[in-house]
């Protein structure tokens, strides 16, 4: 299927998509856990002599915050998984509770934080910073960069093995998002072609020891 909505077949016990499919909340203002979400669809392709920027592409507008419960408590998490939402792993209560627990994610938030097969970095930008209506983009580039984009500023970009195994190959990413902290809604909005705006080089991360 076409990414247009929020799986309703993933999404932890305190996760829950609101009237507009695209939209998901936390069920449970109070607590900042079990907030998982992933998209019903992979995540687009964008290319084109008009484009400064190719690759895989999606964004999200942030559409509740909780200062009040959470005042800097915790942050949320964005990112990338090869596995579908269709994925038994994903059903059920063999659901992770949080989305760095999916197999075969990159995440990037809580905190200033990159996590990549469950190991632990730390990046420049910190997703606690996010605020009502801001607009989240991520682009996964063919060399298989992940970029994220606020208010189509860059705030980090980071290498990752999310790319492909040959140039001619296209591969399935889903894009996949943690609830955590301050951020209690995010709306997928509707497809939308890469950030115009140059790229600047990547970030160093460093590994921390969890």
């Not at 990112?79 to 075969?104: K, M, N």
């Not at 990046?123 to 189509?152: C, Q, Y």
Request: charged share 25%; proline share 10%; with cysteine.
């Amino acid at each position: 299927p076409v990414l247009d909505r929020w799986s309703p077949k993933v999404r932890a016990f305190n996760t829950m998509i609101a009237k507009e499919p695209t939209e998901i909340r936390r069920r449970n203002a109070e607590m900042i856990g079990g907030t998982l979400a992933i998209g019903n669809g992979p995540m687009p392709y964008y290319s084109g002599d008009h484009l400064l920027n190719e690759g895989y592409c999606c964004s999200f507008r942030v559409t509740a915050t909780d200062d009040e419960r959470h005042p800097g408590a915790g942050a949320c998490a964005v990112g990338v998984s090869r596995v579908p939402p269709t994925d038994f792993r994903l059903q059920g209560p063999r659901c992770p509770l949080h989305a760095y627990e999916v197999p075969d994610v990159v995440m990037v938030g809580y905190g200033p934080k990159y996590i990549e097969e469950r190991k632990w970095h730390s990046v420049p930008w910190d997703s606690s910073a996010l605020k009502l209506h801001d607009r989240v983009a991520m682009l996964v580039t063919p060399e298989g960069d992940l970029v994220i984009f606020v208010n189509d500023k860059q705030v980090v970009r980071i290498a990752t093995k999310l790319g492909p195994s040959s140039k001619e190959e296209q591969v399935k990413l889903y894009p996949i998002v943690d609830l955590g902290g301050r951020v209690g809604g995010l709306l997928l909005n509707p497809p939308r072609e890469p950030p115009y705006v140059q790229l600047r080089s990547k970030n160093r991360v460093q590994r921390l020891l969890t």
